[in-house]
């Protein structure tokens, strides 16, 4: 490329040198400067493509307090209608048996009792109106509940108003069903078929055996072109914007943060629900997000 590079300023400087032949030859100077331009875009573009990422923190919570969830960072997807997928949980606000945060960890805890007209109850906490995102490293370091018929996830959904899903994306850093113990999935999710019916996804799995008996890390790696799924930095799945049609691609917009145990549900419920498992919890050691700041 360097070669290349050199042939073409060399040429172009002998035309210059030439007055009277600069004259007839000015096309193919300009198509030699071309050439000159493409190849010098090309040489950056590589460079920046291979560059390391050179990571920032930007936003995290830690913990490292007691009581309820910072509400300078998250806020609450409150109700029991389903949530689209048949749950059956009701996600409260700012309850303590739902949530709280003690001993540097954040708690998530499902239970089963009436509520409202359900017969669980659960929390969802999410960052949208607090911060939302767009491209970096997101990381969760968390022990995951356990037991058949739940259903804990870390995600991400497209901040616009109004939201059309799934044609806006969303982004499943982690979820586990319980019926699957240690089961990691990450996914991607886009807009519909041509029928209209079934939502296009990507997703794969990781088994890690004792996620809810240790702390492991979950991480998002996401760029202009590419996501990365990682547990405890092992890649685990991929999905490229250059594979995909341009409407397969929506994650050039700002996604916000949501961390909830579901019940039931038609993925999380498929297999039934043990009851005798409750209460469980999903207990956050950290949320970090960093930025790339060669981008």
Excluded: C
């Amino acid at each position: 490329m360097d070669s290349l590079l050199f042939k073409a300023l060399k040429e172009i400087l002998k035309l210059q040198g030439k007055r009277k032949t600069y004259r007839l030859k000015t096309k193919l100077i300009a198509d030699l400067m071309l050439l000159v331009t493409a190849v010098f875009a090309s040489f950056i573009g590589l460079n920046e493509k291979n560059q390391k990422p050179k990571w920032k923190l930007i936003w995290q919570d830690e913990f490292n307090y007691n009581g309820l969830p910072d509400s300078t960072k998250w806020t609450y997807d409150i109700g029991g209608n389903g949530w689209g997928n048949d749950e059956l949980q009701y996600y409260t606000k700012e309850r303590n048996q739902n949530v709280e945060v003690s001993k540097g960890h954040l708690y998530i805890k499902a239970v089963k009792e009436k509520f409202e007209g359900n017969s669980y109850t659960s929390t969802r906490l999410i960052t949208k109106g607090r911060k939302d995102f767009r491209y970096g490293k997101i990381e969760l370091r968390a022990k995951i509940p356990k037991g058949r018929g739940l259903w804990p996830a870390f995600w991400m959904l497209s901040s616009n108003e109004p939201r059309i899903w799934p044609d806006d994306g969303e982004i499943d850093i982690l979820e586990n069903v319980g019926y699957t113990p240690g089961e990691i999935t990450g996914a991607a999710h886009v807009k519909r078929d041509k029928t209209g019916t079934a939502i296009i996804t990507s997703a794969n799995s990781t088994k890690i055996v004792d996620a809810a008996e240790a702390f492991h890390t979950y991480k998002l790696q996401w760029t202009p072109q590419r996501l990365e799924w990682y547990v405890d930095d092992k890649l685990f799945h991929f999905y490229e914007k250059a594979d995909r049609p341009p409407h397969h691609w929506p994650f050039n917009g700002r996604f916000y943060l949501l961390l909830n145990v579901a019940v039931g549900g038609s993925w999380g419920g498929k297999n039934g629900i043990d009851d005798t498992v409750f209460p469980q919890s999903f207990v956050i050691d950290y949320v970090r997000v960093y930025e790339d700041q060669n981008l």
